[in-house]
């Protein structure tokens, strides 16, 4: 059983950068590769990013490649997603999930966070 909570949403100029936190409990953690999703109002579940278990592999969605860095810190028990020169279409409510490493199917991820707003203003 693993239980997320994300944090470091908010409201940031397009251009600008963020970084959002997802703090794990749970003992198996490390044992899990990381998702991050993001659903914009009206629109369907997007996958953003995921990172391997050891934090090696990464993969991205086209629409972030080349400004988003996830990364993890399993002695925190935390995943980060860093997104740079954010934009208008970047506002959304993401969330972070735990399962299949590279999964871009939603339904594959096992446990999920309850989100944060990222709204980016022009």
């Known amino acids: 059983q693993v239980q997320l909570v994300e944090s470091g949403g908010g409201l940031v100029q397009a251009g600008g950068s963020l970084r959002l936190s997802c703090a794990a409990s749970?003992?198996?953690?490390?044992?899990?590769?990381m998702g991050w999703f993001r659903q914009a109002p009206g629109k369907e579940r997007e996958f953003v990013g995921a990172?391997?278990?050891?934090?090696?592999?990464?993969v991205y969605a086209d629409s972030v490649k080349g400004r988003c860095t996830i990364s993890r810190d399993n002695a925190k028990n935390t995943v980060y997603l860093q997104l740079n020169n954010l934009k208008p279409e970047d506002t959304a409510v993401y969330s972070c999930?735990?399962?299949?490493?590279?999964?871009?199917?939603?339904?594959?991820?096992?446990?999920w966070g309850q989100g944060t707003q990222v709204t980016v203003s022009s």
């Open positions: 999930a735990a399962g299949p490493f590279g999964a871009r199917d939603a339904g594959k991820y096992n446990y």
């Open positions: 749970g003992r198996t953690f490390s044992t899990y590769s």
């Open positions: 990172i391997g278990w050891i934090g090696v592999s990464t």
